[in-house]
C-alpha cells in the first residue's frame, strides 16, 4: 500500500504536529512547572530550616541564660494586663520629672496586635501639667525606657501660655495573651 501525499494529509500532518507541539507545551506549564516550583521552594525552606538550626546550636546557650532571657521577655510582655502596676511606673516617672497626672483613661478595648500572635495591646489616654518642656522630654524618653513595653502613638502639647502647660500623651502597652513556657 503506497500513501499519496496531497493537500488534504499535508494539513493533517501540520495539525497534528501543531496540537502535538501545543499538547507539550501546556502539559509543561501546567504539569511540570508547578512541580518543580514546590519542589524548589520546598528545598529552599528545608535550607532555611538547616541554616536557623544551626545558628541555635551555634548560639551555645546555657539553659540558665535562656531562662534569663526568658524572664526579660516576661517583663517585658507580662502574661496579664496589670495596669494598676504600669499606672504606678507611669506615676513614679511623672513624680521623679515634676509632671502632675491629671487625667487617665483607657482609650479603647484591648485588642489582639495584629503584628505579633499571642500578644494584646492596650491603649491609654494620659493627661499631664508641667512646667518646663524638658520635663516632659525626659518623661517620654523615660516611658520608653520602662521594663514593660510601652509606646507612645501621639503626643500634643502647649507652651507660651501660662506658668504650666499641659499634654496629653496616647499610650499603648502590651501583655501576652498566653504564657511563654520554658
Known amino acids: 500500500m503506497r500513501f499519496n501525499w496531497n493537500k488534504e494529509s499535508a494539513i493533517l500532518l501540520i495539525l497534528s504536529l501543531f496540537i502535538l ?3 507539550s507545551y501546556y502539559g509543561y506549564q501546567l504539569l511540570v512547572q508547578p512541580a518543580r516550583e514546590t519542589a524548589n521552594s520546598s528545598s529552599r525552606i528545608l535550607s532555611n530550616q538547616d541554616t536557623l538550626l544551626k545558628q541555635v546550636d551555634s548560639l551555645n546557650l546555657s539553659q540558665q541564660s535562656l531562662l534569663n532571657q526568658l524572664d ?38 484591648t485588642s489582639d496586635n495584629e503584628e505579633i500572635e499571642n500578644v494584646e495591646t492596650h491603649s491609654y489616654q494620659l493627661e499631664v ?7 516632659l522630654d525626659k518623661f517620654v524618653k523615660e516611658i520608653y525606657e ?37
Open 129 to 135: 501639667e508641667y512646667e518646663n518642656v524638658n520635663e
Open 21 to 23: 507541539i501545543g499538547g
Open 72 to 109: 526579660t521577655l516576661n517583663a517585658s510582655l507580662p502574661v496579664t494586663n496589670n495596669s494598676s502596676k504600669w499606672l504606678a511606673n507611669i506615676k513614679k516617672l511623672a513624680d521623679n520629672n515634676n509632671l502632675v497626672i491629671y487625667l487617665f483613661n483607657a482609650v479603647e478595648s
Open 146 to 182: 520602662l521594663t514593660q513595653k510601652t509606646d507612645i502613638t501621639s503626643i500634643s502639647y502647649e507652651t507660651g501660655q501660662n506658668l504650666s502647660f499641659k499634654a496629653t500623651i496616647f499610650l499603648n502597652t502590651y501583655n501576652q495573651t498566653s504564657d511563654l513556657t520554658e
